[in-house]
């Protein structure tokens, strides 16, 4: 509940975002909540890296990167990191180059114990995506999990009460990113920036992401899945 | 109708013009009029289409008296989009 | 697959062309060639991601060959700060073997397309706007058909859209512009395109993707590669300076 966000957009971030104030169904109250948002984005490697350059970019707040590996030599060459950053932690190093584009969101590796208010997974194993998504929705916050396969893969988006990762998620890993798994991770954090900024308008939703065409399906809860209960006092 | 507000956007080009706008009338009730005065060329040209485009009553756009230049145009907030979205 | 000895166009590097690049670059291809004729401003920072607050001001074709060689060693730039017209549009689309079209305004996008047919040069063609990206793939020695088999022609000057429309949802870009880097890469490696005689759109509340067939028009001079180029004039909302119709 710390952080109470600034009650209107000064000039400096309308000039910033201004394109975005353009869009129907967003403006000054959708740009707000960006700017009042934490978001934990657990994984932040080759795959993540455009994911959190645009959720940097749209303007979310605060963006704490939970990421306890070091820069390995695949990552190099990606869309934030050099060869010069390989060995370095990967939460440092994305911290760095991330707020090499914005001063105006602040990029920290996550803080143990830190709620978020959103959160986006992208973690390099399906256990460990399970297990965020679920830390997620236990703190009731909408989150969108990205599981890269190939050059596409597929992307589970959670709102609040909806169907849980773990209802839609796919049966084992995909094969190694390529690339082009670069619009999996933009396609991501559209829908997080969605979820933040126009609470309400996005349903549980997965795609998957095939030869460059994306499909949609809503997500269905599994019968007697635990997201399913009514919440139990925090 | 009363105005409720009055912003002088003279100074801006596009699209902050339109930017400024928008917020502007994101902040008031259905219903309430916004003042905002306008550039002479673009601004004027297209700030009230766009109002219009975005479901907004473009009310009046008159010349400023001299000697300032530009125009005023006084908009009414039309309804919000489905969900309450400007 | 081994794309070194490939060569790509990348027509602006902003919304749509800087992810192209980079997705690109991170697909091994040999060389680049980025043309680009603006500078970095403020607005541009939601969604183009070869650029950061300290390049403010600075040339966009600069800032974009600094950051790409930074990342990727390997890779040979070759950055061009001049507008793609008429002049040099087919001189650069020769020496490429794809092109990837990032552009903002109809009248390049439109030239882009007939010096592509004219040139017998793979396009992948895209745009976005608010929250819809599009994108299609003209390939002289395919089946489908090409931008002006589509549009016969840009809007004319008075249908130019406002600044209503001129809204763009940052992150959808970047969806748009991989997507035309990956398909680009496809190309590169001597598949068939995943958008060829295909235009792709993806609105991004409503999740909805579309796929409309392009079929190559009877009596397309584009097609028969003989548009005489640079002929529409681009209309202009001078402030946004990423004039009209489909922003990138």
Same mark, same amino acid.
């Given at each position: 509940m710390s952080g109470i966000p600034p009650a209107a957009l000064d000039d400096a971030r309308v000039a910033r975002w201004a394109r975005q104030l353009l869009v129907p169904g967003l403006g000054e109250q959708a740009q707000l909540r960006l700017a009042g948002a934490r978001v934990r984005v657990v994984g932040a490697d080759a795959v993540a890296a455009p994911a959190l350059l645009y959720l940097v970019q749209a303007g979310v707040g605060k963006l704490w990167v939970d990421d306890p590996e070091t820069v390995a030599p695949v990552d190099a060459? /990606?869309? @934030?990191?050099? =060869?010069?950053?390989? %060995?370095? &932690?990967r939460a440092e190093a994305a911290a760095e180059a991330l707020a090499r584009l914005s001063g105006l969101v602040s990029v920290e590796p996550y803080p143990t114990g830190g709620v978020p208010t959103a959160t986006l997974v992208a973690a390099p194993s399906p256990a460990q995506a399970v297990h965020a998504a679920e830390a997620a929705r236990r703190a009731g916050a909408p989150h969108v999990v990205v599981e890269a396969d190939g050059d596409g893969g597929a992307i589970v988006t959670v709102p609040p009460g909806a169907p849980c990762y773990n209802c839609a998620r796919s049966s084992g890993a995909g094969r190694p990113p390529l690339p082009g798994a670069a619009a999996l991770a933009a396609l991501a954090a559209t829908e997080l920036v969605l979820l933040i900024a126009s609470p309400g308008t996005v349903p549980g939703r997965r795609f998957d992401v095939v030869r460059g065409v994306a499909t949609v399906r809503p997500t269905v809860r599994l019968p007697?899945?635990?997201?399913?209960?009514a919440p139990t006092a925090a | 109708m009363t105005t409720s507000a009055v912003v002088d956007l003279r100074r801006f080009a596009c699209p902050l013009t339109y930017v400024k706008t928008r917020i502007a009338l994101e902040r008031l009730a259905e219903g309430e009029q916004l003042e905002i005065w306008l550039a002479p060329g673009e601004p004027v040209e297209s700030v009230p289409r766009s109002a219009a485009e975005d479901g907004h009553r473009v009310v009046s756009v008159e010349r400023l008296a001299a000697p300032a230049d530009g125009f005023r145009v006084l908009l009414e907030k039309g309804a919000s989009a489905p969900g309450g979205l400007p | 697959m081994d794309l070194s000895t490939k060569s790509a166009l990348v027509v #602006?590097? =902003? %919304?749509l062309g800087g992810p192209a690049l980079l997705v690109l670059a991170a697909g091994g291809v040999g060389r680049v060639v980025l043309i680009e004729d603006d500078a970095v401003e403020t /607005?541009? @920072?939601?969604?183009? &991601?070869?650029?950061?607050? #300290?390049? @403010? =001001?600075?040339r966009k074709a600069a800032v974009a060959a600094a950051r790409l060689r930074a990342l990727f060693p390997g890779l040979q730039v070759e950055a061009r700060d001049a507008r793609f017209d008429a002049s040099n549009a087919v001189e650069l689309v020769r020496a490429a073997d794809v092109v990837v079209d990032g552009s903002d305004n109809f009248a390049t996008k439109f030239l882009a397309n007939d010096a592509a047919m004219r040139a017998r040069i793979p396009l992948v063609h895209g745009g976005v706007l608010r929250t819809t990206a599009q994108i299609l793939t003209v390939a002289p020695a395919g089946i489908g058909g090409c931008l002006r088999c589509l549009f016969e022609a840009p809007p004319a000057p008075g249908e130019v859209p406002s600044c209503a429309q001129a809204g763009i949802l940052g992150p959808v870009a970047g969806f748009a512009g991989s997507l035309m880097g990956a398909e680009a890469l496809r190309l590169l490696a001597g598949e068939r395109g995943a958008y060829e005689g295909r235009l792709y759109t993806y609105e991004a509340r409503s999740a909805r993707s579309r796929l409309v067939l392009v079929r190559r028009r009877a009596g397309c001079a584009a097609c028969g590669g003989t548009q005489p180029l640079g002929v529409d004039e681009a209309p202009v909302c001078e402030a946004t300076s990423s004039r009209s119709g489909g922003t990138a």
């Open positions: 060459g /990606s869309w @934030l990191y050099t =060869g010069a950053e390989v %060995g370095r &932690p007697g899945c635990a997201c399913g209960a | - | #602006g590097a =902003g %919304g /607005s541009n @920072l939601n969604r183009q &991601p070869l650029f950061g607050e #300290g390049d @403010l =001001g600075a």
